[in-house]
Nanobody
Framework: QVQLVESGGGLVQPGGSLRLSCTAS????????IGWFRQAPGKEREAVSC????????YYADSVKGRFTISRDCANNEVYLEMMNLEPEDTAVYYC?????????????????????WGQGTQVTVSS
């Protein structure tokens, strides 16, 4: 049974940093495109950052470019989202997701409906 679990969320002041982790059981993250999404209250879930299989192409939403970094740790079967210079607008529940239909893809996937495995989410709150 495939399970994705996010961790690392919390309360941070504006300008602060957090690192989110996505771990998996029953699934090798490195073999598939992985995405980080977020959903703020009253808003749709949006793609924040995505990465192709292995350690290839990366996507960043314009709102996070230069502040967030997505990376893989293949040895530990994890995907990270390093978030720096956080802003109140980054407050949301953050989800990691895997596209199990795109084994070995060299391309990242941004479309939310392409992802079929999702974690339960981790809350990130940026507030003074």
């Amino acid at each position: 049974q495939v399970q994705l679990v996010e961790s690392g969320g919390g309360l941070v002041q504006p300008g602060g940093s957090l690192r989110l982790s996505c771990t998996a059981s029953g699934f090798t993250l490195d073999d598939y495109p992985i995405g980080w999404f977020r959903q703020a209250p009253g808003k749709e879930r949006e793609a924040v950052s995505c990465i192709s299989s292995s350690d290839g192409a990366r996507y960043y939403a314009d709102s996070v470019k230069g502040r967030f970094t997505i990376s893989r740790d293949c040895a530990n079967n994890e995907v990270y989202l390093e978030m720096m210079n956080l802003e109140p607008e980054d407050t949301a529940v953050y989800y990691c997701a895997a596209d199990s239909h795109s084994y070995g893809s060299y391309w990242y996937v941004v479309r939310r409906d392409a992802y079929d495995y999702w974690g339960q989410g981790t809350q990130v709150t940026v507030s003074s």
